[in-house]
């Protein structure tokens, strides 16, 4: 009986055993816990990132993506909600969410920047850029739109690259630059106008925006 209580008992301590080596210890868990709302935390910066692009410029979101986020949300909710974080919530998922959603952002900003609107407020901008002298200056609008180019993106830089181009559009309006201007001030920037280039609607042009002293010239 003893020798066959023994066995018993091996077999179940064995068996013990085997089970508390797979479990995890409370280090381990809290490593997981920390792991889990660190992600969950970037997802929730991200989210908040795309939200302001698409209240800036809507772009197409898959159906598999948006599928991919509410599943990370659900993850999150469910720990919040009961205040731990079981096996059955893995982060996987909340990872994943965190890659789509800089796809998502690497999409919008190239949408953006090759937007019409924008890419013409740019170049224009660019092109005022040497008689402009008014505040905020061009050189700074363009900074501010072309910022969103960074790796490091936040809700302050989507709206304010936002606010820029809304401010170079309205400043491009007031000079009213027509096609012959434009060709005027192609010349400008590259250093190549010279008096010829300057006929009366240039002149007009100048005075009417407050630039005629602030054009010099200059003998090569």
Known sequence: ??????????????????????????????????????????YVEKMAIVEAMINVMPIIVKTSESDILKTALSSGQRVYKNLQISNAVPSNNVQDAVDVLDKISNKWKKQFLSSVQVNETLRMLELVMPIYKGTPSPKDLIDSIQAIDDDILSVDLINSAKDSVDIGTEILSSMEIDDDIKDFLKKVSTNSASLLDVNESILQWLGNNDLLNKMKVSIN
Do not use: P
Not at 26 to 38: L, S
């Open 1 to 42: 009986m003893i020798i066959e209580d023994i066995i018993d008992y091996t077999e179940n301590a064995n068996s013990l055993a085997e089970k508390l080596h797979s479990q995890e210890t409370a280090f381990e868990k809290k490593e997981r816990e920390m792991d889990f709302v660190k992600r969950f935390s970037r």
